[in-house]
């Protein structure tokens, strides 16, 4: 079983930067991608940005050229970094990570969320 640990939300103003972090740990087979979601009030979750072990990246249209994702594969950890903040960017953001079960299976974990709130 895989454990993800988030950090790094909080309370920014309209053009203002946030890094989240998101730790892997546990019995870990071999990730196959991280990603980051995130679920404004109100609204569906939503992707925001996915990277995978060949380091390919996928952005939602709405962060693109503002957020940057990056993983440290020694650590087990994904980062996002946001700059540029937006008020619609306010929502709880959650980690996902795809780890490999058996031959070709895989098997999803999410971490518990932390809040980014961008506001004046």
């Known amino acids: 079983q895989v454990q993800l640990v988030e950090s790094g939300g909080g309370l920014v103003q309209p053009g203002g930067s946030l890094r989240l972090s998101c730790a892997a740990s546990g019995r870990i087979v071999a990730i196959k991608a991280m990603g980051w979601y995130r679920q404004a009030p109100g609204k569906q979750r939503e992707l925001v940005a996915a990277i995978t072990t060949g380091a390919n990246t996928n952005y939602a249209d709405s962060v693109k050229g503002r957020f940057t994702i990056s993983r440290d594969y020694a650590k087990n950890t994904v980062y996002l970094q946001m700059n540029s903040l937006k008020p619609e960017d306010t929502a709880v953001y959650y980690c996902?990570?795809?780890?490999?079960?058996?031959?070709?299976?895989?098997?999803?974990?999410w971490g518990q969320g932390t809040q980014v709130t961008v506001s004046s």
């Open positions: 996902k990570v795809t780890d490999t079960r058996g031959w070709y299976a895989t098997e999803d974990y």
